[in-house]
């Protein structure tokens, strides 16, 4: 029997071990809740064929590792046919498979082998936008007649140009791109590539309903979608205020019709199949996140919301901040709604580099430390592949090394605007998402055993230590940590559902908090520093187990070393 002693800091009360826990509706349980999804960037996965490009036959060599990890789903991102301006997220049809990744059979094979191993399938959808290589798009863009012409946004050039709208992604910054053949402008939040597609017109709404039913019918078992969150606009095209670009969530965000939108989706695909739903984002403010996925609202099953992953910074972060985000996104969502928690995905630079401690001695500790925090929040758990080994930031220094294409875009219109280019490089190699992009490292063997040919992005070097086969060998690896503390999750629902408690709030180095649920009650204590770090709750806490500890001794009263993270039953 372990004993903390947690010195006083804040007038807290706490809580009998069998405190009644306040009626909560959305404590209900729902399958969804309870999934671990593991995402997968198809093109940096695996190779089966030696193009240098990840494909379905490379995922599904590899499906008794993903069944071994333990986790219950899968998140693929976007499959289908592509001319890959943004990497898949241009659709060109939305009912084949990418040529690169191989055939609808193969995907009928991927489908089967997840579900032998009881794994769920998520498919991204990618429909605020398609590619301008798309049937619909060459059609609308053919003739202002076209039946297609409703399905994008065009303003006629012969009222002038239209009000400026930023583009995330254009090489000016341009929403509008002129089009001479029909004398008129379409509009592209992203790339010239990727034409907004209009969600006010019904018919193209029905058509996207079509879609999801085709993929459903296929037994797939859920979709993210993709920046939805601009797909509803206002189609008088208001103009902006100067400067709205620095914050242009706020108006392109949440436009109006969006709820009836997803309504409808709901009611046409939804709700006639077993399907979760994740929204990118949350809107821009708790109202609109739950009214996205609040359960009487008929929309999504849950919100992703980007507040936390954002908060690290070249500069650093401070835990404090970090701890009040994930708090209050908890807390407002304690009674109704569901959140995701994650920190990475493949529009992010590495989980470890960004949150933790990449450096030699470090990586290790600080990776499960992450880890731990992703598994032992509430929300759905959205792990990021490569992660499990705690792969790092490539640290590139040649711009040649980038394929990111808003990162080549955004390079030369710096370079256009005299800006430094040093800093650019210097802050590329921090947060450019080519670095959580690089090829899975398999083994020691060439190309890191992802490719027999030349990798389409640069393997990291680091591959030759930081590999799945050296880990798979050792108990003690970031990668059998990740399985130890999947399999927890999995099976305590305390974890999923219990009531979280934030400690010790003002502790710059440690994160602690407890997770109570059906008169049980845990403790986690993270502690996100280099340095030796105290907690201070105040008060004796009698532990009953220790359930988890990422080194393998167990830790000392009161101190928590370098990076440790610890869970324990009170
Ligand atoms: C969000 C996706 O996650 C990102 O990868 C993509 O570039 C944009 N949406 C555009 O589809
Ligand atoms: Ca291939």
Redesign the pocket.
């Known amino acids: 029997m372990k004993k903390i002693f947690l010195l006083i800091s804040l007038p807290f009360i706490i809580p009998a071990c069998n405190n009644q826990q306040q009626a909560n509706p959305e404590s209900k349980k729902d399958w969804w809740k309870e999934e671990i999804v593991y995402q997968i960037y198809p093109r940096s996965f695996k190779d089966s064929n030696g193009d240098g490009v990840g494909d379905l036959k490379g995922i599904i060599s590899e499906l008794d590792y993903l069944k071994s990890l333990g986790i219950t789903a899968v998140w693929l ?1 976007p499959i289908y046919e592509s001319p890959n301006d ?2 898949g ?2 659709v060109s049809d939305y009912r084949k498979i990418l040529r690169e990744f191989g055939t609808m059979q193969d995907f009928d094979t991927l489908l089967k082998g997840l579900h032998d191993r009881h794994i769920k399938l998520i498919m991204d959808l ?1 429909v ?2 398609s590619s301008d290589e798309h049937e619909w798009f060459k059609q609308s863009r053919s003739s202002r007649d076209s039946k297609y012409r409703n399905y994008y946004h065009w303003w006629n050039a012969e009222k002038g140009k239209p009000p400026y709208r930023y583009s995330l ?1 254009d090489i000016n910054h341009d929403a509008w791109k002129y089009d001479s053949t029909t004398n008129a402008y379409y509009l592209h939040y ?1 790339s010239r590539k ?1 034409p907004d597609l209009n969600w006010e017109n019904p018919v193209l709404r029905k058509e996207v309903y079509d879609i999801m039913k085709f993929w459903a019918d296929k037994g797939i078992d859920g979709f993210r979608l ?2 939805f969150g601009f797909a509803a606009k206002d189609t008088s095209f208001p103009v902006f205020p100067n400067g709205f670009e620095k914050n242009f969530m706020l108006y392109y965000s949440m436009g109006p019709h969006l709820h009836e939108y997803l309504q409808e989706m709901n009611k046409e695909v939804f709700s006639k199949y077993k399907l979760m739903s994740v929204a ?1 984002g949350a809107g821009n403010s708790f109202k609109d996140a739950h009214d996205l996925v609040d359960a009487n609202r008929n929309e999504l099953n849950m919100a992703y919301a980007f507040e936390g992953v954002d908060i690290a910074k070249p500069t650093g972060y401070s835990l404090t901040h970090f701890k009040e985000v994930f708090s209050r996104w908890d807390s407002a969502f304690e009674n109704n709604g569901w959140l995701s928690i994650f920190l990475a ?3 992010q630079a590495r989980m470890v580099t960004r949150f933790g401690n990449d450096s030699k001695e470090y990586r290790e500790k600080s990776s499960t430390l992450l880890t731990s925090f992703i598994m032992t929040m509430r929300g759905t758990p959205y792990y990021y592949n490569g992660d499990e080994l705690g792969m790092t930031n490539a640290y590139f220094t040649d711009i040649k090394q980038y394929k990111d294409m ?1 990162t080549l875009n955004e390079y030369q219109y710096q370079l256009k605007q005299g800006a430094d280019m040093t800093s650019f490089m210097k802050k590329i190699q921090f947060e450019c ?1 080519d670095n959580g992009r690089t090829p899975f490292q398999w083994d020691s063997s060439a190309n890191a055993g992802f490719t027999t040919g030349i990798p389409w992005l640069s393997i990291n070097p680091n591959y030759t230590t930081i590999n799945k086969a050296a880990q798979d060998k050792d108990p003690n690896s970031v990668l059998n940590y990740f399985r130890k503390i999947v399999a927890i999750r999995k099976s305590n629902p305390i974890l999923v559902y219990g009531k979280y408690t934030l400690l010790d709030k003002e502790n710059p180095s440690i994160y602690a908090y407890t997770r109570e649920w059906e008169n049980k009650k845990w403790l986690v204590l993270l502690n996100f520093s280099a340095k030796e770090s105290s907690i201070n709750l105040g008060y004796h806490y009698r532990t009953k187990k220790q359930i988890i500890n990422n080194y393998s001794a167990t830790t000392t009263d009161e101190k928590l070393r370098p990076y440790e993270a610890v869970v324990y039953e009170l």
Do not use: K, L, S
């Open positions: 991102n943004d990497n997220y241009d990618v605020n936008h992604f992203f990727q993709d920046a990118e995905n493949h529009d808003p998402r």
